[in-house]
C-alpha cells in the first residue's frame, strides 16, 4: 500500500473490512485524520 493511504483505510483492510470501511466513510475524522 502506497504511503498515501490514509490509516483509517489501512485498518479497514487489515481487520474488518466492510463494517469499518463504512464507519471511516462515515467519519473519518473520529479515527485518524491525515
Known sequence: MPAKTPIYLKAANNKKGKKF???D???PDM???P
Request: hydrophobic fraction near 45%; proline fraction near 11%.
Open 31 to 33: 479515527i485518524s485524520p
Open 21 to 23: 470501511k463504512l464507519r
Open 25 to 27: 466513510i462515515l467519519s
